[in-house]
């Protein structure tokens, strides 16, 4: 680890996982940048789990939790519907733990690149061409600054997202099929939003039960009783005992953050467009932003900010958005369509970062139309909509 000293060329503001990722990309391009990430944890905790789709191997398979060439779906009381790949495709699981372990051990065997916690970040600001970093622990100065940290939660701001709460169980007996990553089941609309369950099986005994809501705000009391009819639902008169909990929030909006005023500063992560807004999958763009970023640093380019999506796949969003974000629409249906309609790759790639406009195409053949057309404002918005 390097040493403790207060002039880098770059400063991470954020340890989480596009810092880190970030981290980890400098070390595999043999970047010989001075750098710092601050992080406000004093400790890291198995607090996520991220996933995504991908063929073949990629640089993190060796962190893998699990992965599954089959998933499912379903609407609350019908049989589920089955995806399998044909071209090997799979849903792979990363556990945050085993990442931040991962990260933590690459930092500490540069000697370039250091990681600080328990440090709260008080300020940012360009003077010339320094950024001023001031911190709880002193201000540390930097060429440049990459923010990675999440957006400012506002006294009782509701923002529509995916909310979430899970808990990974260890059932008495075999109960799972390890083999099928079940991605959305039990599709429902209630008096809260859209709901469904989400559930990993990592053994026959052990997997991960969540509970997600795209909505516009729900309390934690409210995805609690979710979680524990989901597991009661499935376990019925099985023992189990709970190994650990997860709970978040993902936004889902099109907007992205205005850049900084400042040329030496950059903005990262979450809260500055990695995550797909129709759909809520993120961990792959991080992974692409952390090389692009990571490149054009070792080249000795600056920083870089997620790439904005193109304006077809912005629109598209938006309009996608707009049609679940509507009480009126059979928002269980419209993903149902999704995942009966249109072949494996073609779904996935519309769901995560790679989507084409033939994807597109044969989205618009699988979806209901009418809900869709009245988004558009080409039918009127009559109460006849839910299929």
């Avoid at 495709?89 to 372990?101: A, D, H, K, V």
Wanted: glycine letters at 6%; proline letters at 4%.
């Amino acid at each position: 680890m390097a040493t403790a000293i207060r002039e880098y060329d770059l400063i991470v503001i954020g340890g989480g996982c596009a810092g880190l990722s970030l981290a980890r990309s400098l070390i595999e391009k043999g970047s010989q940048l001075q750098v710092l990430i601050v992080e406000h944890r004093s400790i890291y905790f198995d607090d996520r789990t991220w996933c995504f789709w991908s063929r073949d191997s990629h640089p993190l398979q060796k962190l893998e939790e699990k992965s599954w060439d089959a998933w499912q779906f379903s609407v609350l009381g019908a049989a589920p519907y089955l995806h399998r790949s044909k071209n090997d495709l799979e849903y792979r699981c990363i556990r945050s733990g085993t990442f931040y372990e991962h990260a933590q051990r690459e930092i500490e065997r540069c000697s370039n690149i250091s990681l600080r916690l328990s440090v709260n970040v008080d300020a940012c600001w360009c003077d010339g061409e320094t950024v001023t970093v001031a911190t709880d622990k002193g201000d540390f100065y930097s060429r440049w600054v990459v923010d990675t940290r999440p957006s400012p939660i506002v006294s009782n701001e509701l923002r529509f997202g995916q909310y979430f709460c899970g808990a990974e169980i260890e059932a008495e007996r075999d109960i799972f099929d390890e083999q099928v990553a079940q991605i959305m089941m039990d599709m429902q609309h209630d008096d809260h939003g859209f709901r469904f369950t989400y559930l990993l099986p990592f053994s026959k005994r052990r997997a991960l039960i969540e509970e997600t809501r795209f909505c516009i705000g729900v309390s934690q009391d409210q995805l609690d009783l979710d979680l524990s009819q989901a597991i009661a639902g499935r376990l019925k008169e099985v023992g189990f005992f709970e190994r650990r909990r997860e709970k978040g929030f993902i936004p889902m909006d099109v907007t992205r953050p205005s850049a900084s005023e400042d040329a030496f500063i950059f903005k990262a992560g979450v809260a500055a467009g990695a995550v797909r807004p129709s759909t809520g999958y993120a961990f792959s763009r991080i992974q692409n932003w952390a090389l692009s970023c990571a490149s054009a640093l070792s080249e000795g380019a600056g920083p870089l900010s997620h790439a904005a999506d193109p304006v077809w796949i912005r629109w598209i969003d938006q309009l996608f958005l707009k049609v679940i974000q509507d009480s009126r629409n059979d928002v269980p249906e419209i993903f149902s369509c999704l995942a009966r309609g249109m072949q494996p790759d073609h779904f996935v790639r519309f769901l995560s970062d790679n989507v084409t406009l033939s994807d597109f195409v044969r989205a618009i053949h699988a979806l209901p139309k009418k809900p869709f057309l009245t988004g558009l404002g080409v039918l009127p918005e009559f109460k006849w909509l839910k299929r």
